[in-house]
């Protein structure tokens, strides 16, 4: 049996990441800013 592994790096906001997570599509690996320098980064949605 042949098995196919996709690997992606996604840039989402904090709520689409969760949305992710509550229907458990993906395995998740995050990076969280206490451990890690952040960058300046902001989503403004358009109103």
């Keep these: 049996m ?5 690997t992606f ?3 989402a906001s904090i709520f ?3 949305q992710w997570m509550k ?3 993906a ?4 990076v969280y ?3 890690s320098l952040a960058r300046e980064e ?4 358009l109103a």
């Excluded at 042949?2 to 996709?6: A, G, K, R, W």
């Excluded at 902001?42 to 949605?45: A, G, K, Q, R």
């Design 27 to 30: 395995r998740i690996n995050e």
């Design 33 to 35: 800013g206490y451990y």
């Design 2 to 6: 042949e098995q196919v592994v996709f």
């Design 16 to 18: 689409i990441a969760r």
């Design 9 to 11: 790096h996604i840039k």
């Design 42 to 45: 902001f989503y403004v949605p």
């Design 23 to 25: 229907h458990g599509t």
